[in-house]
């Protein structure tokens, strides 16, 4: 027990000191991405993996929450903080309109009807060029320099973003963790296994599936209003269909329900690729040679097999 909070204490200090140890502003960007890709695997693991639902629409809600934010700052110049705040609060408005007719369906035809609103919204922001700029929108302000008790903080930069999505992560996963620790988990859980059964027994099944559904599309969205706010421009591309297959390929190939999976699968998935040029190239043969040796020799992940291994690994990998 002693060792294991050893180990975390000396990867908590790495993962703080980190920026001070890379080499470059391109690493720091690298690390940074990779944390936002973190907290979309985790809020997917949230209805994949505790609920047992197969959505397709995830990235829709991540492209409607940097649409939203943005839209807000460039068009109509509201501020950064309160432009964020709407877009989540729009999206999950949003989600549960879409979600409420949605989730009543099951198996592939929710898959499906999940998989048309991915496709759909992507589609709408490349042809609403007006509102949304097309091909791309641009001019999306970034973070501002605040001064606190006479210390300037420049929110613009690459190390004290990174931080800013370090404490939205962690953040993020507390809120996880607290949820499927809780009674609302356990019906999360029941869901999972069998649905009928749960139904069964009086929980409201309807009711805690569009619960876990716009929660998770939130917390995608808070990521998305980040996300533009770090690149200054955002595209169609990052609310479709494609985007939401490679974060469902994450989550499956880190494990799900783990927090080590939601590391794992972006590092493997996202940080590799991008820092090799030839697996960036072959990305989807990539994706598919890794997805075909989890299924196979890893049903449950890569974190569920490491903690198969040894009973003391089920204790170091959280």
Known sequence: MRSKSVGTLLFGLLVLLLPFLLPSDYWIYM??????????????DLVYGHTGLVSLAHAAFFGIGAYSSSILQVKLGVPLIPALIAGTLMTACIAAVIGWPMLRIRGPYFVLG?????????????????????????????LPVVTVLGLTIDFASKKVFYYVILVALVL????IRRLVNSRTGRAFASIRENEDLAEALGINVSRYKLMSFVTASTIAAFAGGLYANYMGAIEPEIAGAHMSFNLLVMIVVGGTRTIAGTIIG???????????EA????????????????IILMPTGIA?????????MAKWIP
């Open 31 to 44: 690390f940074t991405m990779v944390g936002i890709y973190m907290i979309l695997v985790g809020s997917l």
């Open 114 to 142: 999940t998989l048309a609103i991915g496709i759909a919204v992507s589609i709408i922001i490349h042809n609403w060029d007006r509102l949304t700029g097309g091909v791309s929108l641009s001019g999306i302000p970034m």
């Open 172 to 175: 993020t996963q507390f809120l």
């Open 266 to 276: 972006p590092l493997l998935l996202w940080f590799v690729p991008e820092f090799l």
């Open 279 to 294: 697996a960036q190239t072959y990305r989807p043969l990539f994706f598919g040679l890794i997805l075909i040796v989890v």
């Open 304 to 312: 569920g097999k490491l903690r198969e291994l040894h009973p003391r």
